[in-house]
């Protein structure tokens, strides 16, 4: 039987996963343009009190800060106005600027202009704002959340703004420079050790990864293979599996921690791994609860993996099969 994407998305279909988070994130969506705004500045101004920060590092600002330099000279209607273009996702230059950055730069783009909103630079909401029932609803939704899930809501407040240049070619508002890489404090795991797998192929990918060496984690993969980021739907192929890895799992730690491989009847196995992941948005002392489902081909190759972020702690003792 031919291996499918759709079929190997239920393999241990019962890993649970935290539903608040989409249900935070559908919330945000069907607010307004202004009230999305809202929540952004409050969310921001939250942080280091409810809502855990996220630091960008100034390697990562440099991306952003062209456009934040154009929003600091104008006025303040103009800032505004901006900050509506990528909200709402208009095609103007800076909203097209906006919509080339990768996540972690729209991430560190907002970071920063919350900062300059603070302090007096930006235009914060304005004057006179009350929150809406619905800002507070997802404010509130946000702060009961962990510091990884909340991180997983505000990265995907964001990712969707700005002008959609998936139909532009690189010529069109090609990238100014290069993403810049998160710098490693302490060097990678060479060796990588889960207790009830010994599966090459999972092994070598977490030690890759853990190396941000990209090309030696896309070789183990099939051609047509497929990696799902947790929320996401499966990114298919070497190319786009390769630029989802450099543009958003640089700096990434994986410490694995036990799993279960089953043998199917046609020569491939699926696996089941449970452990933390750091990122570098968080630095050491916050890890994300994370399950890796992988579905191996006879020949030993990656034909899937999806990564979920699991509901509670208790999920990463819970290798319950399928």
């Not at 062209?66 to 505004?80: D, F, G, P, R, V």
């Not at 273009?85 to 095609?91: F, H, N």
């Not at 990884?148 to 990238?175: C, E, H």
């Amino acid at each position: 039987m031919a291996l499918t994407i759709q079929s190997a998305q239920n393999i241990f279909s019962n890993t649970q996963v935290p539903s608040q988070i989409p249900a935070t994130i559908a919330l945000f969506d069907q607010l307004s343009v202004d009230d999305q705004l809202a929540y952004l500045w409050f969310a921001y101004t939250e942080m280091g009190k409810t809502i855990t920060p996220a630091a960008p590092g100034a390697a990562r600002l440099q991306l952003a800060e062209s456009l934040l330099n154009q929003i600091k000279q104008m006025s303040a209607e103009e800032q505004t106005r901006v900050m509506r273009d990528i909200a709402s996702r208009a095609d103007s230059p800076i909203s097209r600027s906006y919509g080339f950055f990768s996540v972690n730069t729209k991430l560190a783009f907002w970071f920063e202009l919350g900062e300059l909103m603070k302090q007096g630079v930006v235009a914060p909401i304005p004057t006179g704002y009350q929150m809406s029932p619905g800002v507070q609803l997802v404010l509130e939704a946000t702060k009961k959340l962990d510091p990884g899930q909340q991180i997983t809501v505000l990265r995907n407040t964001v990712v969707n703004m700005g002008f959609d240049t998936s139909d532009l070619g690189p010529s069109s508002y090609p990238k100014a420079v290069e993403e810049p890489a998160f710098t490693r404090t302490a060097p990678p795991v060479s060796s990588v050790k889960i207790d009830g797998i010994t599966e090459p192929a999972v092994l070598g990918y977490i030690e890759a990864m853990n190396a941000d060496n990209f090309d030696q984690a896309i070789s183990l993969f099939t051609p047509d293979g497929a990696l799902q980021p947790p929320f996401q739907k499966p990114i298919v192929g070497h190319q786009a599996i390769a630029k989802y890895m450099r543009e958003e799992a640089q700096g990434l730690n994986m410490m694995p921690q036990k799993g279960i491989c089953e043998n199917l009847p046609d020569g491939s196995k699926q696996l089941k791994i449970t452990g933390v992941v750091q990122t570098p948005w968080f630095g050491v002392t916050v890890g994300m609860n994370i399950a890796w489902r992988f579905l191996i081909n006879p020949e030993g190759k990656i034909f899937f993996v999806a990564i979920d972020m699991l509901a509670s702690p208790e999920e990463l003792l819970n290798l319950r099969r399928v």
